[in-house]
């Protein structure tokens, strides 16, 4: 077991000192917490293997199931995806960034341990200007998955992330409660069609608005 640090922020400014903390621990590959424009997410670095092992291990979530990643910003976006379809542009220039996570095709096949059996990598530009800041400080991209026990209930305080992760990660960012409950919605881009896994903050007819062509998973 380790020592869990929980850090409370300002409402009157992000509290630099405690962002470079939290930044320097994913750096060395360290498991935080922080909050999101959504729910509380488990942060740890996406490029190091160990550290995504990690979170997938405290989250008991299946291996070969891909976890998303938060990027810095959206010019760093064609690094990792092979290609952009005409939906995701849609939708990445109208609901990005903000609590939407796209799903394309990864570009790299040595990225398994994030991508999955389908080779498939989950995306999301935050519009929490929190999670920008920690993005720029750490200089890595950092895993996008929400700070709970697989099938469990999304966190939306420090309290409740502490309850599954006290003593098992480094730190935990008090950001106070979240302003949403509901997660990000999740849209599959890698193929012809946009189809939505998960329907989240922004709902279906939302999301249809803007893709038209957009279909829920197993509806034709």
């Known amino acids: ?32 917490a922080f909050p999101t424009e959504t729910v509380y997410a488990l942060g740890a670095d996406a490029m190091n293997e160990r550290a995504v092992q990690r979170v997938f291990h405290l989250k008991k ?3 070969g199931k891909p976890v998303a990643i938060f990027l810095p910003k959206l010019q760093d976006l064609k690094r990792f995806v092979k290609e952009i379809t005409p939906s995701a542009s849609k939708l990445i220039k ?11 095709k990864s570009r790299s096949d ?11 990598l989950g995306v999301r530009v935050s519009s929490s200007k929190l999670v920008q800041s920690l993005l720029s ?16 209930r999304e966190p939306v ?16 960012v008090d950001g106070g409660l979240s302003e949403e409950t509901i997660p990000s919605s999740v849209v599959d881009v890698s193929g012809d069609m946009p189809i939505l896994l998960r329907e989240g903050r922004i709902s279906f007819e939302e999301l249809k608005k803007v893709v038209p062509e957009l279909k829920r998973k197993n509806k034709k």
């Open 61 to 63: 979530r299946m291996s």
């Open 110 to 120: 040595q990225m398994t341990y994030l991508t999955g059996e389908e080779g498939k």
């Open 137 to 152: 400080l750490a200089k890595t991209p950092i895993t996008a998955t929400s700070a709970n026990l697989s099938g469990g």
């Open 157 to 172: 305080s420090a309290e409740e992330v502490l309850k599954d992760f006290d003593g098992k990660i480094e730190l935990v």
């Open 1 to 32: 077991m380790i020592k869990t640090e929980l850090s409370k922020l300002s409402k009157k400014n992000q509290d630099r000192k405690i962002l470079l903390r939290a930044a320097k621990i994913i750096i060395r590959g360290g498991v935080i």
């Open 94 to 104: 109208e609901l990005w960034p903000g609590p939407l996570t796209l799903i394309f």
